[in-house]
């Protein structure tokens, strides 16, 4: 079984071996996500959205989105900026949002 693919290896980015703090762009995390769905892994619900954690790069208004995805014994979480993208994906599955 294959292993989830690292979002850096799914944006191009090149990987400097530090831990991935979130995701940048709406539109790569939700390729990222479309990528783990098909790969059989499973959204959980609720999805959670909370006030972006890094003010000063975005607007204090602006939100990210938490996912949790699992698949057999192990789980997975894509945290998602908000956007056009991100809110398509939520309403297309039926998935409610809890805020935190």
């Not at 699992?70 to 398509?88: C, T």
């Amino acid at each position: 079984m294959s292993r989830p693919a690292n979002l850096l290896e799914l944006t191009g980015r090149a990987n400097s071996g530090k831990a991935m703090a979130g995701i940048g762009s709406t539109r790569a995390a939700c390729a990222y996500l479309e990528h783990l769905l098909e790969e059989g892994w499973e959204v959980e619900q609720s999805v959670y959205v909370r006030p972006h954690w890094q003010s000063t790069a975005r607007s204090n208004n602006s939100k990210t989105y938490h996912v949790i995805l699992s698949r057999e014994n192990h789980v997975n979480l894509a945290s998602v900026p908000e956007g056009l993208e991100i809110e398509q994906f939520l309403v297309e599955r039926g998935l409610t949002v809890d805020s935190l």
